[in-house]
């Protein structure tokens, strides 16, 4: 089994992912071998730290490999294990099957300065204004008008991300078997002259949902990257045709992962 790994950048994570490497390489059950980058096509990627290194590993190894997330940190919602059981851990790859859960993406299209470049999100993309004042975008759903949007910004949502920025804003947290985007506005401006519906939509797989940006210069966030982005004309988001493999060995649910992060451990 090919294995690659994904760090946080910090003491802690480094030394679990040493210790690691040390019980892999003395597995007589199973040869791994760890490889250094997406051209050697690795079968599983360990991403150890929190949730914002699995999405550095999944922007960096794409579909192909299935994940595993050991948190460093304090509970991570893509992560499944913990620094104390790594034998535990070692155990399962050795003798379990595991059950691969498919999380939907965020696949859009970005049309700046009569370019269309295409991106995808685990999470979700952000849109704001560049500088401190509103965004405006007008906001079509399958090609129809839908609203003009004022305000801070808009979060196109995957189901998995729906527990992150998504939720923060009030938006509905969606189990990831829904193939389904969601969109969510941030602090927009509802009075006599700017209306919107000022509720999260969650659009089904193959509706589409267009925002044409009227601000010269836009924050567009996907997951962690973020970058100003000049002359937009429009942003096209859909359910993603591909989506992010986790290798899951032992029983973990969505609502189980939810109650952990948000009610108690
Ligand atoms: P970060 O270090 O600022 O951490 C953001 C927090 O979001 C962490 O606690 C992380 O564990 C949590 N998180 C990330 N993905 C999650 C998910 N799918 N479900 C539940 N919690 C999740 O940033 P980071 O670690 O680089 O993560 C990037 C993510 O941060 C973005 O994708 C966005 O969703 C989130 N974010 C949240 C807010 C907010 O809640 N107000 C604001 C900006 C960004």
Avoid at 227 to 254: H, N
């Amino acid at each position: 089994m090919k294995i690659a790994t994904v760090l946080r950048n910090d003491d802690y994570t480094r030394e679990v992912e040493e210790r690691l490497r040390e019980k892999l390489s003395a597995n007589q059950e199973r040869t791994c071998r760890f490889v250094k980058d997406v051209s050697e096509h690795p079968d599983l990627v360990l991403s150890i730290g929190g949730d914002g290194t699995l999405l550095e590993a999944v922007h960096e190894y794409g579909f192909e490999p299935h994940y595993v997330g050991i948190h460093t940190g304090h509970l991570g919602f893509y992560a499944d294990w913990r620094p104390e059981e790594l034998d535990e851990f070692i155990h399962a790859l050795n003798h379990i099957t595991p059950l691969i859960a498919e999380y939907p993406t965020v696949q859009c299209r970005v049309t700046a300065a009569g370019v269309t470049t295409s991106k995808w999100a685990l999470n979700e993309l952000v849109i704001r204004n560049a500088s401190l004042s509103t965004l405006v975008a007008r906001v079509l759903i399958n090609g129809e008008e839908f609203e003009t949007f004022r305000g801070d910004g808009l979060i196109v949502s995957s189901p998995s991300g729906s527990t992150a920025y998504n939720k923060a804003v009030d938006g509905a947290i969606v189990h990831p078997s829904i193939e389904a985007i969601q969109l969510s506005e941030i602090a927009s401006i509802n009075n006599q002259t700017y209306r919107t519906i000022d509720s999260s939509l969650v659009l089904p797989k193959h509706h589409e949902v267009e925002l044409i940006v009227k601000n010269p210069k836009i924050m567009l966030g996907l997951d962690r990257e973020q970058a100003v982005w000049k002359d937009v004309q429009s942003i096209t988001c859909r359910v993603g045709t591909d989506k992010v493999k986790f290798a899951r060995y032992r029983k973990l649910p969505f609502w189980g992962r939810v109650r952990k992060a948000f009610i108690t451990d």
